[in-house]
């Protein structure tokens, strides 16, 4: 099994800062992707940032210049640095990883259970 772990959610005001965690464990061969998604009230699961294991990153229109997603390969850990935050970045943000569990195993997408970002004065 695997688990993807989040933390570092929670209620900032607007132009704040927050930084999201997202560990990875149990049976794990080798991780291609790691990102983070989020899901606002009434809108679908959009893409925020990913992060490949060579360090190329893609982000979002919408939080380009201001989040920066980074990641520890020896913790296997993926972090997103949320700053000049907005009232409309408040979501669900759930991190996800594209890993193999053994050699032999094809490519599968695995799902933290999210943490809520709340952006409000």
């Known amino acids: 099994q695997v688990q993807l772990v989040e933390s570092g959610g ?3 005001q607007p132009g704040g800062s927050l930084r ?3 560990v990875a464990s149990g049976t794990i061969f080798s991780i291609n992707a ?3 998604y989020r899901r606002a009230p009434g809108k679908q699961r959009e ?3 990913a992060i490949t294991s060579g360090g190329s990153t893609n982000y979002a229109d919408s939080v380009k ?3 920066t997603i980074s990641r520890d390969n020896a913790k296997i850990t993926v972090y997103l640095q949320m700053n000049s ?3 409309e970045d408040t979501a669900v943000y759930y991190c996800n990883a594209e890993l ?3 050699s032999y195993s094809p490519h599968s997408n695995y799902w933290g259970q999210g943490t809520q970002v ?3 004065s």
């Open 47 to 49: 893409l925020v940032a």
């Open 34 to 36: 790691m990102g983070w």
């Open 118 to 120: 709340t952006v409000s």
């Open 20 to 22: 999201l965690s997202c």
């Open 65 to 67: 210049g201001r989040f």
């Open 10 to 12: 929670g209620l900032v």
């Open 100 to 102: 193999r569990q053994r």
């Open 85 to 87: 935050l907005k009232p």
